[in-house]
């Protein structure tokens, strides 16, 4: 019995060691450097993306004449912006979506509406319906985040993840944002008060947030990663010796 409990143990240990890594890969995305991009625009007018998910509205005066312009079927959960670039809407047809904003895209579908003649003073309404951002590593509650009000903080969404432990980085959050078919990075200081000032104070849909744990975390990991085998090395002998003595 107790061979092969010194067995499990030797095993235990073993594997332990050989999982055992350097501090440097408990950190995710820690080569990324920052990245020049252009400035950002106020959060509402954030250029639609390939594959967001659009609720449009077209409302006029005449409700009956509306009927055309909108999806009447209760199983549509808005319109994809496809790989092209482009939605297609009852009545209107195809219409290039991406890399406008929300009032470019309004204002050009009302302009294609006002063309047909059929519609007299249109109101068109549109909203994301995917607006989502992610937050990993040293919070709370690592989520990903539905924004149905299509605005959001930084600083909201580490609220809403549940803050940052205590071996959070505060000084170093990773920004890592996709802007035309180009993924950039950004590194933000939260501690500073700068920060309120900053273009990346809000964030915009698909946004991720990592935030890397500080040398405490790394180091208390390495002295976990140290001391363990040998106490695992320690209990071995000590059941070999005892198994000897009872013998």
Same mark, same amino acid.
């Given at each position: ?37 252009? &400035? ?25 004449? /509306? ?5 009447? /079927? ?83 969404? @580490?609220?809403?993840?549940? /803050?940052? &432990? ?18 950039? &990075? ?20 698909? /946004? ?24 695992? &090395? ?5 059941? @070999? ?7």
């Amino acid at each position: 019995m107790a061979r092969k409990f010194i067995f499990v143990i030797c095993c235990f240990s073993m594997v332990y060691c050989i999982s055992c890594t350097s501090s440097k890969k408990i950190a995710y995305f820690q080569n990324a450097q920052d990245s020049t991009f252009r &400035t950002v625009l106020g959060v509402v007018d954030a250029p639609i993306q390939k594959n967001d998910i659009l609720n449009i509205v077209i409302s006029s005066p005449s409700p009956e004449t /509306d009927l055309a312009y909108n999806r009447i /079927d209760n199983t549509a959960k808005g319109y994809l912006v496809n790989s092209d670039g482009y939605i297609q809407m009852p009545r209107i047809g195809k219409v290039m979506a991406a890399g406008l904003t929300k009032k470019e895209l309004i204002t050009s579908i009302t302009n294609i509406i006002l063309t047909k003649g059929e519609l007299l003073n249109p109101i068109v309404e549109i909203r994301h319906l995917n607006f989502e951002v992610t937050v990993l590593g040293e919070v709370t509650n690592p989520s990903v985040i539905n924004v149905p009000s299509e605005q959001i903080s930084l600083v909201k969404a @580490l609220g809403l993840a549940g /803050d940052l &432990t205590i071996f959070g980085k505060r000084d170093n959050v990773l920004l890592i944002r996709e802007e035309d078919n180009k993924r950039v &990075t950004r590194r933000l200081n939260i501690n500073s008060a700068d920060f309120l000032n900053s273009p990346y104070y809000y964030l915009k849909p698909n /946004d991720v947030i990592y935030v890397e744990p500080n040398k405490a975390k790394i180091a208390t990991t390495n002295r976990s990663q140290q001391i363990l085998p040998i106490v695992f &090395t320690g209990i071995s002998i000590l059941v @070999l010796v005892l198994d000897r003595v009872i013998k």
